[in-house]
């Protein structure tokens, strides 16, 4: 049988795909993490000093995190034991710390990597806390998930986290003139289209190398230009999960841009979103958010704005609905900013917090009853209109908080339209203080 595997090219009964035969056989040949596995990285110190202990590998896909957990098993002379906790159950986990035990009793270590850790729930990420604890084995977990979100605290505190980062285009070239050399061949692309590759893979190692064997494999012809390779190729979107950790990461960037009145940089984090496949409609209510907090008083047509625009989106659709898009980013993003409402509204909220059911005084509460009338509801209370400039300067907090009859929780800036508002307050705090004298 295995004369006839040899005859066909076949290697151990099937063929091995180029990604696994460029796998790393060292530390040192890792590309892209240098800050880990290069000299005087983080891992290669560890190794050194003989103190590898449980780690967990963030990062995305394709940056050699399960290599780099082979490679630090053989490293070690510890048994390499791998699992997903995709396809992992309660009974499984069992069985694996049962072998584990036992190789602990003839001598044997276990480095225990678990893919996608993430996915297992609280009962299961506890469960390897005492194996971790006893020494029965070293777990290495991978996730593409923050773990301060997604791992328990128990978990974390036993296992340092190490950051992987996305390929860069000098670890991308790397891959690309390994993958060459392997096969003793050059790709068939002229410049532009192999730098292109680099975008296609998006900082994945492994995909890239998947698009180098496709391009491997097509019949003999003209380097390819990047028209030509992007015909070639099913270029996929860049890495984007809606409901994951880089969902939020481009949100926080679009929003921070908004608020930094960077509408160039809003419209590129707009596009990632976009060509990723979010849902317009999340960016239209990040919009309505930063019209509020980030914009507020200082142009208050901010968010009619961006209520229209997206009103006008959903009426018309994409592609037109784009304009829409761009034009509630751009009003957002260069409109003048202040959060002085959302900030007077936190304190508020802060505030009845700390001092609960204070009584309202009684000159503002409706009597419509005999006995309320008797007890002084309503008594005292001053009608606004009644007055010059529809101002009574009358307290409307508890007594208990503001014995002087007011408190300054809003405070406007200088700022657009809040300049006038400001103007405002303060000629009001004028007549209060005037009113409350001749009192």
């Known amino acids: 049988m295995a004369d006839l595997f040899a005859s066909a090219g076949l290697d151990n009964a099937a063929p091995r795909p180029l ?13 892209g993490q240098e800050h880990l596995t290069g000299e005087g990285g983080m891992l290669t110190r560890m190794i050194a000093n003989h103190s590898l202990g449980s780690l967990v590998f963030w990062g995305p896909p394709g940056t050699g995190k399960t290599t780099v957990a082979r490679l630090l098993a053989r490293q070690t002379d510890l048994h390499f034991e791998q699992i997903s906790a995709i396809f992992t159950g309660v009974a499984d986990l069992k069985k694996v710390f049962e072998a584990a035990r036992g190789r602990r009793a003839i001598g044997q270590g276990t480095l225990l990597f678990v893919d996608e850790i993430h996915r297992f729930n609280r009962a299961q990420q506890d469960s390897f806390l ?17 773990p301060s979100f997604e791992l328990n605290a128990a978990l974390l505190s036993r296992a340092r986290v190490l950051v992987f980062k996305p390929l860069d285009a000098a670890a991308i070239e790397g891959l690309l003139e390994r993958a060459e050399a ?8 002229d410049a532009e289209a192999r730098a292109a590759l680099s975008g296609m893979a998006d900082g994945d190692g492994r995909y890239l190398l998947g698009l180098v064997e496709e391009l491997l494999s097509l019949p003999p ?26 969902h939020y990461n481009l949100l926080s960037c679009f929003h921070k841009s908004l608020r930094g009145s960077d509408a160039s940089a809003a419209m590129y984090w707009a596009a990632r979103m976009i ?16 019209a509020s907090e980030d914009v507020g008083m200082a142009d208050p047509q901010a968010m009619p704005q961006v209520v229209a625009a997206w009103t006008a989106f ?12 761009a034009q509630a980013i751009a009003y957002v993003a260069t409109a003048p900013k202040s959060n002085a409402s959302y900030s007077a509204f936190n304190a508020a909220m802060a505030l009845a917090q700390k001092t609960g059911s204070l009584q309202p005084p009684r000159h503002i509460l409706n009597a419509p009853t005999k006995l309320m009338k ?3 509801y309503h008594a005292g209370y001053q009608y606004d209109h009644d007055y010059p400039d529809a101002y009574a300067g009358q307290s409307f907090f508890p007594q208990e908080l503001a014995p002087d009859g007011h408190l300054d929780l809003y405070r406007p800036n200088e700022r657009g339209f809040e300049r006038e508002v400001k103007k405002r307050l303060d000629y009001w705090a004028r007549l209060r203080a005037e009113r409350r004298g001749k009192e």
């Open 19 to 31: 990604a696994d035969r460029l796998r790393p056989q060292q530390l040192s040949e890792v590309v």
């Open 130 to 146: 005492p194996v971790m604890e006893d020494g029965t084995v070293t777990l290495i977990g991978a996730t593409t998930e923050n």
């Open 182 to 189: 392997l096969e003793g061949r050059r790709l068939p692309v």
């Open 221 to 246: 012809g003209p380097d390819l230009d990047v028209a030509a390779l992007a015909a070639a190729m099913q270029k996929r979107a860049p890495v984007y999960d809606k409901a994951q950790d880089e």
């Open 275 to 290: 060509v990723g496949g979010e849902d317009p409609g999340t960016i239209f209510r990040r919009l309505c958010c930063a």
């Open 314 to 325: 959903e009426r018309v659709g994409w592609p037109e609905g784009r304009l829409f898009l």
């Open 374 to 376: 008797e007890l002084g």
